[in-house]
């Protein structure tokens, strides 16, 4: 009698202990999930040392960059009318000035994208912004490169989508592919627009003619290099 009291007594005092291993891991497990879920919220909402967007309020949206139409313009013209090779250095300045004069913020369902950065650095153009996501701030960084062909056509390419410190390359790339299909189902779009051509060539690897007509003057761009804080163009004047 006793002896079945012990092995009672035995059992519950085991199924305790295991309870109370359980329970250990449960927590421990849980710890492991909350920190894991902190780090990667951490790394999302990172703000990279080089984002340095152009304060909102030094251009105005409703006018044109003058970098783009006293200083870019004329010489792309100026020199297209030399009938002769040449080359352009757009500066990284310059080009946020352009593109902080573009408008914003942008918004596109729930998301409000502003404060536009845009850096040259060797080899690749770094595009950057704050994407505004129901009240929370995210930095997203796209890297691009741009190429000439053997057919001389113009290639471009999204080496890196960020969000934060996180790479979200391979889901961002599906994800706007997607988008891009539902839309061109869905509406009629201009196929020969600049933004059109340029959403085909990040997305769907289609090169771009890069023949660009500026008044009354034509220029294909042949070669494109890309250095620190600049990006420089060597264009050739078309008849």
């Not at 090779?85 to 369902?109: C, H, R, Y």
């Not at 505004?132 to 701030?137: A, L, N, P």
Request: proline fraction near 5%.
């Amino acid at each position: 009698m006793e002896t079945g009291k012990t092995e009672i007594q035995s059992k519950a005092a085991d199924l305790k202990i295991r309870k109370k291993a359980r329970f250990k891991k449960l927590t421990i497990w849980l710890l492991v999930d909350i920190a894991v879920a902190g780090i990667v919220f951490a790394l999302l909402l990172h703000k990279p040392g080089r984002y340095t967007p152009v304060e909102s309020g030094s251009y105005n949206p409703e006018q044109v960059s003058k970098y783009l139409t006293h200083e870019l313009s004329p010489k792309i013209y100026n020199g297209a009318q030399l009938g002769k090779p040449f080359d352009v250095v757009v500066t990284q300045d310059g080009m946020n000035e352009i593109v902080a004069g573009l408008g914003w913020p942008k918004a596109s369902e729930d998301v409000m994208l502003y404060a536009p950065a845009v850096l040259f650095v060797p080899g690749s153009v770094v595009l950057m912004g704050t994407a505004d996501i129901k009240g929370v701030e995210f930095i997203i960084t796209i890297e691009l490169e741009a190429m000439m062909d053997e057919q001389r056509l113009l290639r471009l390419q999204a080496t890196k989508v960020k969000i934060g410190a996180i790479n979200i390359t391979p889901l961002a790339k599906m994800l706007a592919k997607k988008m891009y299909a539902e839309q061109i189902a869905a509406t009629e779009i201009d196929r020969e627009a600049l933004g059109t051509k340029i959403a085909g060539a990040l997305l769907n690897d289609e090169p771009i003619e890069p023949v660009f007509k500026l008044e009354d003057a034509k220029v294909r761009v042949e070669k494109i290099a890309v250095q620190e804080e600049k990006l420089i163009l060597h264009l050739v004047p078309v008849s």
